[in-house]
């Protein structure tokens, strides 16, 4: 099972970013699928996480700020942030609880860079 990110970059402060995630290889189904990140020096945080019927959950900074969605048909789970802060500035990660042979097993995606500019 592979996860790949896409859609980090250089936004300036109050713009906006949406970061894909698409999950390939032995899937059977797919469980919660997230998106976290990682500040320098800082430990790796959630930021958004999905279930598999649609219920969010979002850090507090992120509310009001960030959606997260996905497409079960696709495998891929998208986060977009609108009103960016200096703040966010990390490597995003997306993860997923995935079923194949009757076990569930947690992938990490590869981490995008998102730069926030003051």
């Known amino acids: 099972v592979q996860l790949q990110a896409s859609g980090g970059g250089l936004v300036q402060d109050g713009g906006s970013l949406r970061l894909s995630c698409a999950a390939s290889?032995?899937?059977?189904?797919?469980?919660?699928m997230g998106w976290y990140r990682q500040a320098p020096g800082k430990q790796r945080e959630l930021v958004a996480l999905?279930?598999?019927?649609?219920?969010?959950t979002y850090e507090d900074s992120a509310k009001g700020r960030f959606t997260i969605s996905r497409d079960n048909a696709k495998n891929t789970v998208d986060l977009l942030m609108n009103s960016l802060k200096p703040e966010d500035t990390a490597v995003y990660y997306c993860?997923?609880?995935?079923?194949?042979?009757?076990?569930?097993?947690?992938?990490w995606g590869q981490g995008t860079l998102v730069t926030v500019s003051s």
């Open positions: 993860n997923a609880g995935i079923y194949y042979g009757g076990s569930l097993s947690y992938y």
């Open positions: 290889g032995r899937i059977f189904s797919i469980n919660a």
């Open positions: 999905i279930t598999n019927g649609g219920s969010t």
